[in-house]
């Protein structure tokens, strides 16, 4: 079992930045793929980015590349998303989510999000124009 808590979200203007944070605990964080959802209300929830339990590999929507990045610290069992050049497009409730499976070299794997073992609360992003 994995619990996963989100944080860092808040309003911003648009062109800004926010880092989001999800620590983990439970079982071992590092045996974990790793992603990023958001969901706006009445819409699907949609992946925004992914990493790979290695950190090797990492996966983003056409919509956030070049201005989102993931990454992960094993040692404090944290996955961030550092969110630049935020646009009011961007506005969603964030999710962190665990895979426990997944080919590491499989973007379209891990851009599903039923695959996905264990879920956030969510943490909630408003970008003002």
């Known amino acids: 079992q994995v619990q996963l808590v989100e944080s860092g979200g808040g309003l911003v203007q648009a062109g800004g930045s926010l880092r989001l944070s999800c620590a983990a605990s439970?079982?071992?964080?590092?045996?974990?793929?790793m992603g990023w959802f958001r969901q706006n209300p009445g819409k699907e929830r949609e992946s925004v980015a992914a990493?790979?339990?290695?950190?090797?590999?990492?996966y983003y929507a056409d919509s956030v590349k070049g201005r989102f990045t993931i990454s992960g610290d094993n040692a404090k069992n944290t996955v961030y998303l550092q969110m630049n050049s935020l646009k009011p497009e961007d506005t969603a409730i964030y999710y962190c989510?665990?895979?426990?499976?997944?080919?590491?070299?499989?973007?379209?794997?891990?851009?599903?999000?039923?695959?996905?073992?264990?879920w956030g609360q969510g943490t909630q992003v408003t970008v003002s124009s």
């Open positions: 990493i790979t339990w290695s950190g090797t590999n990492t």
């Open positions: 439970g079982r071992t964080f590092s045996s974990y793929h």
């Open positions: 989510a665990a895979a426990s499976q997944g080919d590491p070299n499989s973007g379209y794997y891990f851009a599903r999000k039923n695959n996905y073992d264990y």
